[in-house]
């Protein structure tokens, strides 16, 4: 069975080389291992873009292949980030927190050394005391369980009331939009516990860790790469088996599906809250190397963003969301970084920073109208994979349906 | 002693009261001024109350004059005679005197003859004081405003009585009527007779003014304090018992320490501190320093010290015990009667139940007006969402355009009003051309994709955000509105609310006509209902699908272009204007129910009064209440699916 999977989608092969190819390639260019072309700086970016492109996986997963258009997924990749945050945050104040009280004659108690980290903690918000949100903060392993269960349970009772009643279509993206909004909302306040807009800070000193920042960088971009890995199978795998044909079928026709016997909702909960969990790992691994998380970043737009980088690189096939958004996110940090040359016309010179995101927004619209296939239908033109003959019509009448021109044969 | 000083000061004041009658009527305010020449040349705040209080008591006509005078710094002594002038600046440094009684100009002198008065700031409030009595009987009705004014902004004892002189007088009705407002306030606060505190109390029970709650207020006010026993004739509010009603025994402790009535045991850094100090060869009383990570070792150590007389003993639970029962714990009042207090607590119940009462009906206004900001927000797109099934992203930068278009006019016309005017018609003119270039540009080729339309229009707002941003820059800009919307609709000192969202309320009421007569009345409005209904049985009766969306969609961006100059009158023209409401229009209008304006209507009532009561009961966060509010629409959702006026039958599509 594993050998007809492997056979039925060279593609992941061929992926999985490239990812392997692309980490050695920066692995030798770094300045932490290799002969220092590649700044660290930009190896935090590239393994940043990495996890970006994990959640395009889950995007795609849910997207792509089930057909809800989820507008709430950074929802979930913030709350991973906050998770693994809390127990880099505390561990770290802790080290910090024993060293200085160690200068004292009398060893400090337990209580002292809560109440002194507390403190650091939580002084930007006038606060001293460990709000209830924080009690596993202390155990490494409570808390690297949290980043998937606390954003996988969110998902599981926001989906199980969400598909329960029905909700389909573009009610269902704006309620996935409202819900990413109003925990963004919630964390921007102080007494949510999390530090309220100063967010979570520092996050790129691991605790206990001696090795420079260019070992650690590099460190993140293996994780970054073998979790983009493993995510980029289990999601081939999903899509491969019976399982893809029944989801692919929701996508298309979700009435036909639920007729034909197969628990709709059980299916869509179940891609639902596992994409969740992707989103919480991709996150959990982009906030250390960001080294800061804030509420804005779980603002509706980010997630709609994540939409926009499927979308340009061709939803409904994996490798499309990996290269729409690596492509557009890398390309949105050379242009707003200034590294773009601007365009003089003489009458008026066209800075990048200032017209980048105009050139995106437009761009969006030209491939959704004239190119729905993304990026991704560049592939077509290589195997010579043709878009089928439907007259005109999509693949089916539900909203999620593939459309004839981006479906292939 | 106190006593006896005021008394002697009283005879010497009712001496100098008659000599100075009796001087007036013969010669004028002259002599009253060189009876007090002394304390007046060398004033201190201390010192002059005798002299003002007999120049004002003079019952001369220029006593006024003569303070007015001396509080500008314009009243000179002329050194070679000791009499007091008025002095006015000629030229250089010489002075024309006038006479104060005369009101005739003396001559002109050089200032090397003339001495000023300089009352400090001390002897000027004091001289303002005594003025007040002059201005409340003034014969010019501001002026007796002012000293109203005046005297309510900071109430004072010595008010009180020219304050009541002045009442009877008082031949303005409205003037006559805020003296007697006030001539109570000031004796519930001042007046040393209790049944005249009582009377004034009583009359003024149910009044909703801030004023009156603010002189009940520090009456019922109480300190907790603690004693041996209970004082005599004390007004207490309440006789406490630790461990009782939320007043623990920490607290009593504490209350005790700070009334200077029990020592205060060490606490957890003192004892630490203790231990610091005392640590000999490795050891504190005998407990290896290592071991005190620990607290309960840390507190053997420092009985320890303790039992050696180096630090002072902790207090045990027994002696707090014992400590706490040889004590009482009692809430005083600030007011010495019992009588007046229960009054003024009574009469507060009673204003705070009427507070309560107009508070929500402030609140039922506040609600109102946010319901009718939602719903100029989302009516445009009740029409191209609602009615047309097209989800606009773009809408939020619609209103932004509209916005920026009220910005752009004002730019032009300086005149507020014409340029609100002109502003509308124009914004609508803006967006719905805006909005016609996006239907036939990007939106009819996706009709039948939902999804797509949202993210096509999503790159269209994202691109109009960053447009308006290079266009404007990133700072807020001022939509001002004209000057006849400022300022606000006061009923009591609790209700009120600012003219411009009653401008918003009734821009929203012209609005839901106006939908309502183009919908049902006009052949565009059965146009486009056939249209959505059926595009192709539509088509067949000679109708263009074509042409009547693109007008319906022109039609909802126009509205939110309007909607924009509303919202920009009170809320900052940034580009993220727009961002701001996109969210809350969608939920409005999904809440709502899809597809018709009264459900778009009860759903921005259902969110603006949700969310004010939200923020009513958690009033300093209004990021709470915008949270729970999403989390109910959420589940509101679950259960009404398709809103709260759901279609029904054919209509409803599906």
Redesign the interface.
């Given at each position: 069975m594993n050998r007809s999977f492997v056979a039925k989608n060279p593609s992941v092969l061929i992926f999985l080389a490239c990812l392997a190819v692309f980490t050695l390639v920066v692995t030798i260019l770094s300045e932490g291992f290799g002969i220092g072309v590649v700044s660290t700086s930009f190896v935090k970016t590239l393994g940043k873009t990495l996890c970006l492109c994990l959640i395009a996986v889950a995007m795609d997963l849910i997207w792509g292949f089930v057909g809800i258009l989820s507008l709430g997924h950074f929802a979930f990749f913030g709350l991973g980030g906050y998770m693994i945050g809390m127990w880099l945050m505390y561990e770290r104040t802790r080290l910090i927190v024993v060293e200085s009280l160690s200068q004292s004659d009398i060893p400090p108690t337990a209580a002292e050394v809560t109440d002194a980290i507390g403190n650091q903690i939580f002084g930007v918000v006038g606060a001293s005391e460990f709000p209830l949100i924080w009690v596993f903060a202390d155990s490494l392993v409570l808390q690297l369980a949290l980043v998937v269960l606390v954003p996988g349970l969110l998902a599981l009772v926001f989906g199980w009331l969400a598909f329960r009643s029905r909700v389909t279509g573009v009610y269902l993206s704006i309620l996935t939009q409202a819900m990413t909004l109003a925990l963004a909302l919630y964390l921007f306040q102080n007494d949510s516990g999390l530090r309220g807009n100063n967010g979570l800070s520092g996050l790129q000193n691991l605790p206990g860790v001696t090795a420079s920042q260019d070992q650690v960088s590099l460190w993140f971009l293996w994780a970054s790469a073998a979790a983009l890995g493993a995510g980029y199978v289990l999601a081939a795998w999903l899509v491969w088996g019976k399982f893809g044909s029944v989801i692919r079928g929701i996508r298309d026709n979700e009435a036909r599906v639920r007729f034909l016997g197969y628990s709709v909702e059980s299916y869509k909960l179940a891609v639902f809250t596992l994409t969740a969990c992707i989103a919480a790992i991709a996150g959990a691994l982009y906030y250390p190397q960001a080294g800061i998380i804030n509420p804005a970043e779980v603002a509706p737009i980010a997630s709609i963003y994540l939409a926009v980088w499927v979308a340009i690189g061709g939803r409904g096939r994996l490798y499309g969301a990996v290269i729409g958004a690596a492509f557009v996110s890398l390309l949105s940090t050379w242009f707003t970084g200034g590294q773009a040359p601007d365009i003089p016309l003489g009458f008026y010179t066209i800075k990048w920073v200032d017209w980048w995101l105009v050139l995106l927004g437009v761009s969006f619209v030209l491939v959704t109208l004239f190119a729905p296939k993304g990026i991704g239908g560049l592939f077509d033109l290589i195997t010579a994979r043709r878009s089928p003959d439907r007259h005109g019509a999509d693949l089916g009448p539900d909203d999620g349906a593939l459309r004839e021109q981006e479906a292939g044969r | 002693m106190k006593r006896l000083f005021a008394l002697a000061i009283g005879l010497l004041l009712a001496q100098v009261l008659a000599a100075g009658m009796a001087a007036a009527q013969a010669d004028g305010i002259q002599p009253v001024l060189q009876a007090h020449k002394d304390t007046i040349t060398k004033s201190s705040r201390k010192t002059i109350g005798p002299a003002i209080d007999a120049i004002a008591a003079s019952g001369v006509v220029q006593a006024k004059d003569v303070l007015e005078a001396w509080v500008a710094k314009d009243m000179w002594l002329r050194k070679s005679d000791g009499l007091f002038f008025r002095g006015e600046k000629v030229e250089g440094k010489t002075y024309r005197l006038f006479d104060f009684d005369s009101g005739g100009a003396v001559g002109v002198f050089p200032k090397s003859e003339l001495k000023q008065l300089k009352p400090n700031s001390g002897v000027r409030a004091l001289i303002a004081t005594a003025l007040v009595r002059f201005q409340l009987n003034a014969a010019d009705a501001g002026k007796r405003h002012d000293a109203l004014t005046s005297i309510a902004r900071d109430p004072d004892a010595a008010h009180l009585e020219p304050l009541r002189a002045s009442i009877a007088g008082e031949p303005d009705a409205e003037l006559k009527a805020t003296k007697e407002r006030l001539e109570r306030l000031l004796t519930i606060r001042f007046d040393a007779d209790e049944a005249a505190r009582l009377a004034a109390i009583g009359a003024m029970s149910g009044d909703l003014g801030v004023d009156v709650r603010a002189a009940l207020n520090p009456l019922v006010v109480t300190t907790r304090n603690a004693a041996k026993e209970l004082p005599e004739g004390a007004n207490i509010a309440a006789q406490l018992s630790p461990g009782q009603d939320g007043f623990s025994r920490q607290d009593s402790y504490a209350l005790l320490v700070a009334v200077g009535l029990a020592l205060a045991p060490p606490t957890?850094g003192e004892i630490?501190n203790a231990?610091?100090d005392n640590?000999s060869g490795g050891r504190?009383g005998g407990v290896p320093?290592?071991q005190?990570?620990?607290?309960d070792a840390?507190l053997v150590a420092y009985d320890a010290l303790a039992a050696s007389g180096l630090v002072l003993a902790r207090i045990r639970d027994q002696q707090i015990d014992d400590i706490l029962a040889a004590h009482v714990f009692f809430d005083l009042y600030a007011d010495p009667s019992p009588t007046v207090t229960k009054a003024a607590s009574q009469a507060l119940d009673e204003i705070s139940l009427k507070v309560g009462l107009n508070q929500t009906l402030d609140l039922t206004l506040d609600a109102l007006s946010l319901a009718s900001i939602y719903f100029l927000a989302a009516i445009g797109l009740a029409i191209t969402f609602g009615v047309m099934g097209v989800?606009n992203?773009a809408h939020g930068e619609f209103i932004m355009m509209g916005a920026y278009t009220g910005y752009v006019v004002q730019q032009v016309i300086p005149d507020h009003t014409v340029s609100i005017i002109v502003a509308i018609p124009l914004a609508f003119a803006v967006t719905f051309a805006a909005g016609v270039a996006m239907e036939r540009l990007?939106i009819r080729?996706?009709y039948?994709?939902?999804?797509?339309t949202?993210?096509?229009t999503?790159?269209?707002?994202?691109?109009?955000?960053?447009?308006a941003?290079?266009i404007f820059g990133t700072q807020a800009r001022p939509l001002t509105a004209p000057g006849w919307l400022d300022g606000a609709w006061v009923l009591n000192d609790v209700v009120s609310i600012s003219y411009i969202r009653i401008a918003i309320f009734v821009l929203a009421l012209i609005f839901l006509t106006l939908f309502l007569y183009i919908m049902k009345r006009t052949r565009l409005g059965l146009e486009t209902r056939a249209v959505t209904q059926n595009p192709k049985m539509a088509a067949s009766m000679g109708i263009n699908p074509d042409k009547v969306n693109m007008l319906t969609f022109g039609l909802g961006s126009g509205i939110a272009g309007i909607a924009g100059v509303a919202i920009g009158l009170f809320a900052k023209v940034t580009s993220e204007l727009g961002?701001d409401y996109i969210?809350q229009s969608?939920?409005t209008v999904?809440v709502g129910g899809v597809g018709n304006i009264w459900g778009t209507l009860a759903g921005a009532a259902m969110i603006g009064f949700l969310q004010k009561g939200i923020e009513w009961m958690n009033p300093s966060?209004t990021?709470?209440a915008?949270?729970y509010m999403?989390?109910f629409?959420?589940?509101f959702?679950?259960?009404r699916?398709r809103g709260i006026i759901a279609l029904k039958g054919r209509a409803a599509g599906d």
């Open positions: - | 957890a630490r231990l610091n640590i504190v320093v290592a005190l990570s620990d607290p840390r989800i992203m990007v080729w996706l039948a994709r939902p999804l797509e949202l993210l096509a999503f790159g269209i707002s994202i691109a109009l955000q960053q447009l941003k290079n961002s969210v969608f939920m999904v966060n990021l709470a915008q949270t999403i989390v629409i959420i589940i959702i679950q259960f699916p």
